[in-house]
């Protein structure tokens, strides 16, 4: 059983860029979450997406995009990069919507550094 | 908005001991509680949860309380091992609902 994966692990960019993560969700699961963990503080939820379409979104702004393909893989798109959106990107796989949150498995995530 | 709170940064036991790892929460409308555990390097992994409808869960070694009254949930881990050593969140949701939140983590050192 293949577990979550997330490319790259570390990303290095500069402010007003763009950026794209990526995320293989683990074998049978459907549904992917995406979180920024900032240095210090708890996971926070951007959004999900199930079957190919969001489904709910945190409190983040509309630069904070997703896509979700046929294969379930999943990808995180932040345009015009700030300083504070450097953090630690985790993507997270489940086998249903709105899962309880033990059936979240995580990925080891994508260190990003905004310069 | 930090819903979930883990006020103390970091807890150092020694091996054998317990070690009791606490979270409080503001939101009385949510009815799941979970723990996840992170070691460096890799993503959180879920330990342990607990429904609003019960006080006590147990799993082996873990045990979470949950005080709805107090909005006070604790994790016991008994004994405590240097392999337990690691970052210890504490989440909580709306069942069903796809927004769960964190609290900031307590490191937790276990010494031999």
């Known amino acids: 059983e293949t577990g979550v994966t997330q490319s790259p692990t570390h990303l290095i960019k500069t402010r007003g860029q763009q950026v794209t993560l990526r995320c293989s969700s683990q074998s049978g699961h459907n549904t992917v979450s995406w979180y920024q963990q900032a240095l210090g503080q708890g996971p926070q939820f951007i959004f999900q997406y199930y079957r190919e379409e969001e489904n709910g979104r945190g409190n983040f702004p509309p630069r904070f995009s997703g896509l979700q393909f046929p294969n379930y893989s999943s990808e995180l798109n932040v345009n015009a990069l700030e300083l504070d959106d450097s953090a630690l990107y985790l993507c997270?796989?489940?086998?249903?919507?709105?899962?309880?949150?033990?059936?979240?498995?995580f990925g080891s995530g994508t260190q990003l550094s905004v310069l | 908005d930090q819903q979930v709170k883990q006020n103390s940064p970091s807890l150092s036991v020694q091996e054998g001991r317990i070690s009791i790892l606490n979270c409080d929460y503001t939101n009385s409308m949510f009815d799941y509680f979970l723990w996840y555990k992170k070691y460096p390097a890799e993503g959180p992994t879920f330990l342990i949860s607990?429904?609003?409808?019960?006080d006590k869960n147990e799993d082996g070694r873990f045990t979470v309380f949950l005080n709805k009254s107090a909005k006070h949930l604790s994790l016991h881990i008994v004994p405590s091992q240097p392999g337990d050593s690691a970052v210890y969140f504490c989440a909580a949701i709306l069942y069903n609902n796809n927004d769960m939140r964190f609290g900031a983590g307590t490191r937790l050192t276990v010494k031999p």
């Open positions: 607990i429904s609003s409808i019960k």
């Open positions: 997270a796989s489940s086998s249903r919507q709105g899962a309880g949150g033990e059936k979240l498995f």
